[in-house]
């Protein structure tokens, strides 16, 4: 069983719907990380978040560190949202090192 | 915007040639990673560096090998290329300097070994 665990696998939405996307970890994390990733491969990082809540734009990311449990929220989606979306997070224990486990990713599709 | 840039964008090439990916970064991070990820799969690292001359190997067992002599470029290499060396390729970079820990990352490489 992967560490970190992505819902749903796919996702298509039309234009302007809200979206959700759920990630649930097994460890204990110092930080959990939402990426971004376009066909061709290239990775953004949309947000590091610890605790709490961010929002960019109408991206929101939410982390439940009691419940081991995040979301990444996308409001007004677009066809232009269309991306993998990947969680990931490091490890409590990490000491030095920066090492992420990731989710499987989340395929968006969001039709016009 | 992330200064960190990944050449060949794309490759294919043929089964015993020797390759190597490069990878730069002008942010002056200290800490440069290589993940390995197959389609519909997870990355996965398979090397990281905490600075200069400092190389390490990953989760994930690899035939490549890396080098640091320069903060900002961490070449991977593999010696004799492999149809299942395919696969796409992600460097990394972060500064742990600053306590923050997040990655920046390249646009990967795309490997196909024939």
């Known amino acids: 069983k992967n560490e970190v665990e992505q819902s749903p696998q796919n996702l298509t939405a039309q234009e302007g719907e809200f979206i959700t996307i759920n990630c649930s970890y097994s460890v204990g994390i110092s930080a959990l990380h939402w990426l971004q990733q376009h066909p061709g491969g290239g990775i953004v990082s949309l947000f590091m978040?610890?605790?709490g809540k961010k929002k960019h734009g109408r991206l929101i990311a939410t982390i439940n560190i009691q419940e081991k449990h995040s979301s990444l929220h996308i409001t007004a989606s677009h066809p232009r949202d269309s991306a993998v979306y990947i969680c990931?997070?490091?490890?409590?224990?990490?000491?030095?090192?920066?090492?992420?486990?990731f989710g499987k990713g989340t395929l968006l599709t969001v039709n016009p | 915007e992330a200064d960190i840039y990944q050449t060949p964008r794309y490759l294919v090439i043929g089964t015993g040639k020797k390759i190597t990916l490069e990878c730069s970064q002008t942010m002056g991070h200290d800490k440069m990673y290589w993940y390995q990820q197959d389609p519909g799969m997870e990355l996965h690292l398979i090397h990281y560096?905490?600075?200069?001359?400092?190389?390490e190997k990953g989760d994930l067992s690899s035939e490549s090998t890396v080098s640091r002599i320069r903060t900002e470029h961490f070449p991977l290499t593999l010696e004799s290329a492999r149809p299942s060396h395919t696969s796409q390729y992600l460097c990394?970079?972060?500064?742990?300097?600053?306590?923050?820990?997040?990655?920046?990352f390249g646009q990967g490489t795309r490997l196909t070994v024939v």
């Open positions: 978040l610890s605790s």
């Open positions: 990394a970079s972060s500064d742990s300097r600053t306590g923050n820990t997040e990655a920046f």
């Open positions: 990931a997070v490091r490890a409590q224990s990490g000491g030095s090192n920066y090492k992420l486990t």
């Open positions: 560096s905490y600075g200069v001359n400092s190389t």
